[in-house]
């Protein structure tokens, strides 16, 4: 798409416009925001267009999009399929050696996995290895009550979080502030920047990681909008 418009502006609803056109979500939706805070921001995406538009530089606009076409027709459905990562989460499988590598994962994880503990009064399942092992069904079930509480607009962007760092229980902790989103990607990235560390860092392996953080940031920063106002 060719850039079309001069100005843009946000409504009393938090709804975006360029010029006197109101902008729609590819579902055809008025694409109205839940908090000033990110209507200014999404409202910045679209003024910061150049003669094309470019997705790829408006994540928010996109998760917005996301919340109200996808997710918000039907949230319990994606809600579940989302809490389904609590079966499987990162922080429960760790590595049984070497020592600074099991050491590493216990520093940067414990403290997540203790938050998770006293926040929802569950249980989990430490596992050594790859192998999966069920977690309790009351921790589970407990998990996806937290997940089926939020709305679309919270659900949108702790799906990418969920899926690029692998673990539900952080994502859960970063929507709760109970970490910040730096502290969550380093804790996320232990096993690669272990691997990192004694092979060599490969240029599509780092390429491929600049754009997970890319999504991850934005995923964060639309969930800090949420709680601006």
């Known amino acids: 798409m060719k850039r079309f418009w001069t100005d843009v502006s946000v409504d009393s609803d938090r709804s975006i416009r360029l010029d006197a056109r109101p902008v729609r ?10 908090t000033a805070a990110l209507a200014a921001a999404v409202a910045d995406e679209w003024r910061a267009v150049g003669e094309t538009l470019d997705p790829r530089a408006m994540p ?14 039907a949230p319990e459905a994606f809600g579940a399929g989302l809490a389904a990562y609590a079966e499987s989460d990162l922080l429960c499988y760790r590595a049984d050696a070497p020592a600074e590598l099991v050491a590493r994962q216990a520093a940067a994880w414990d403290p997540l996995l ?14 050594t290895g790859v192998m999966h092992r069920a977690q309790p069904p009351a921790t589970v079930a407990r ?50 920047d272990w691997q990192a560390e004694r092979w060599g860092e490969d240029p599509l392996a780092a390429q491929a990681r600049a754009g997970k953080r890319h999504d ?3 995923a964060a920063r639309l969930l800090a909008l949420l709680s601006d106002d």
């Not at 928010?60 to 027709?73: E, F, H, Q, S």
């Not at 203790?114 to 596992?127: N, P, Q």
Request: negative net charge.
């Open 216 to 218: 991850y940031d934005a």
């Open 114 to 127: 203790d938050w998770a503990r006293d926040r929802y009064d569950v249980h989990f399942e430490i596992v």
């Open 25 to 34: 979500t590819p579902g055809r939706a008025p694409l109205a925001l839940p």
């Open 143 to 192: 998990l996806g009550e937290a997940v089926a509480s939020r709305g679309a607009f919270q659900l949108a962007p702790l799906s990418p979080l969920v899926t690029l760092t692998g673990t539900l229980i952080g994502a859960l902790a970063l929507a709760e502030r109970a970490v910040s989103a730096d502290a969550l990607w380093q804790a996320a990235m232990v096993d690669e």
């Open 60 to 73: 928010l606009t996109g998760l917005a999009n996301a919340a109200i076409d996808r997710i918000a027709p």
